[in-house]
């Protein structure tokens, strides 16, 4: 009698009252803030479980387009991260988690290692928190990032690192489907995407950067990716790709 009787009262209010398993809940406790948090409700809504890949990490915090799912969700996957800063950071912050499997290294087309740019932090403490995700196998494009805050050459700094390829990356994972591919790789992430053998793993959800990249080649792919049934959306620098149920 007074659930009926609350239940009559929130309605007369506007208020409706849901049970945890309605499949709505999960809109109440993680609501969308972008595009990306929209396609994970669409694709999964109970958001719980998943099981990704994460290439560019960063700290695991820091704009972090998948953070706020990591723990509260139970979700399980690989997180790559080169750079020695941002590794340390990202072990502080995950390296406790039994879920997630953290790799100081980068994909590329082939394994061996490679020089990475990025901008001295060390030397130039005073750098926006934007220019705190810059690393680059393109020593150009961090340049022109050093230029556009008043810097010089003299500003970057370079650090090898170790390099695997996808098919190292995907034993790795396991046979269970990826249920999201994230990159952030600042103008690389094309060609990594083209390299990771989407006809064959099929990754439900590609989240990708697409800022560092020439229109011609992001329109070219996105052609790719509708060839391949994906469905496509856009979000300020980024691009969201999912296969709808």
């Not at 009252?17 to 109440?28: C, D, E």
């Not at 998943?50 to 972090?64: C, E, P, S, W, Y």
């Not at 249920?179 to 992430?189: F, H, I, K, S």
């Amino acid at each position: 009698m007074l659930r009926a009787s609350i239940r009559r009262f929130a309605r007369l209010t506007g208020l409706t009252i849901i049970s945890r398993r309605h499949v709505a809940a999960p809109y109440l406790e993680h609501p969308p803030r972008n595009v990306l948090d929209q396609v994970l409700l669409r694709c999964h809504p109970a958001l719980q479980g998943l099981h990704f890949i994460q290439v560019g990490a960063n700290d695991g915090k820091r704009t972090d387009p998948i953070a706020r799912y990591l723990g509260p969700c139970a979700w399980s996957g690989l997180m790559f991260e080169p750079l020695a800063v941002n590794f340390d950071a990202l072990r502080r912050h995950h390296g406790a988690n039994p879920r997630l499997r953290l790799r100081q290294q980068a994909i590329d087309t082939v394994a061996g290692s490679r020089p990475l740019y990025d901008l001295d932090r060390a030397a130039h403490p005073e750098l926006p928190d934007w220019a705190h995700g810059l690393a680059s196998f393109s020593r150009d494009r961090v340049l022109q990032a050093a230029r556009e805050l008043g810097l010089d050459e003299r500003a970057l700094m370079s650090e090898t690192i170790t390099t695997v390829s996808w098919d190292e990356v995907w034993r790795d994972f396991g046979p269970q489907r990826c249920d999201l591919l994230v990159l952030d790789t600042e103008g690389y992430d094309l060609t990594l995407l083209r390299a990771a053998n989407l006809a064959e793993r099929r990754p439900r959800i590609i989240h990708f950067e697409h800022a560092c990249t020439p229109p011609a080649d992001r329109l070219a792919f996105y052609g790719e990716l509708l060839a391949l049934g994906y469905e496509i959306a856009t979000d300020g620098s980024d691009t969201t790709a999912w296969i709808a149920a």
